[in-house]
């Protein structure tokens, strides 16, 4: 496999050398709904560079309360901690939607990084990227309206999906909003009638994507500009609409 042939954005926009550094040691893997990725102050064992699917990053506090803070799909890598030199994390990491990746030990990671200033480089711009995406998450949950909320949630896992509909429950977003299921359902039902999207059991679809970034407002956009900012490029769903 070459860079080129990856479906990860990341690891596609290493150089041919570079990449041949994590190449050998680089393992596809299934990554079914649910499947834990990283676990609350725990050592972090492998990196997963997704290709399919959506993984959810999600602060959990003692209590186990549990808000979203970020999404991470094929534009990106889990193991933030282990680029920035720790082992660990206070949250959990786990797929939202079903996919598949591409996995190595967090060890050659950290080999690769010490290999290689361009592998150390894209992998600081991804934790800069995601952490702007984290900032934008708090001010959207702490002054925008549960419907712009929704719309900006919607967006960023089409963004990082293959097509029109998203697989989830309201169990999900409810997690990902920071609310309670009675008001997913009721934001869920006011876009549906404003025909943004449609909604059936499990699964969304979205049905005009340019009146569902209007609807998200200033809530959507900032981390998907400095994304393209610093790679040049975004999610290939996008650029298909």
Not at 62 to 86: A, K, P, Y
Not at 124 to 134: G, R
């Amino acid at each position: 496999m070459s860079s080129t042939q990856s479906l990860n954005y990341l690891l596609a926009g290493l150089s041919p050398g570079d990449f041949e550094i994590l190449r050998p040691n680089l393992r596809p893997v299934d990554l079914p709904l649910r499947r834990v990725l990283e676990t609350p102050s725990r050592p972090v064992q492998h990196v997963f560079f997704l290709e399919t699917g959506i993984a959810s990053v999600v602060a959990v506090q003692s209590r186990e309360t549990r808000v979203e803070v970020g999404l991470i799909g094929r534009e990106g890598m889990t193991g933030l901690s282990v680029v920035l030199g720790d082992d660990q994390t206070p949250n959990q990491t786990y797929m939202q939607v079903a996919g598949a990746g591409l996995q190595i030990t967090a060890d050659l990671l950290r080999e690769g990084v010490a290999r290689s200033a361009g592998i150390q480089k894209v992998a600081l711009k991804f934790v800069h990227s995601f952490v702007v995406q984290a900032s934008q998450t708090a001010i959207t949950n702490a002054h925008g309206r549960i419907e712009e909320r929704l719309s900006r949630w919607i967006l960023m896992a089409h963004d990082r999906g293959t097509g029109s509909t998203i697989h989830l429950t309201h169990e999900f977003l409810s997690l990902m909003l920071g609310v309670r299921r009675a008001g997913v359902t009721e934001a869920l039902h006011v876009l549906v009638k404003r025909g943004l999207v449609s909604s059936a059991r499990g699964a969304i679809t979205v049905m005009n994507r340019g009146e569902l970034e209007s609807s998200a407002g200033d809530s959507y956009g900032v981390p998907e500009a400095e994304y393209r900012r610093l790679f040049g490029n975004w999610y290939g769903n996008v650029q298909n609409k």
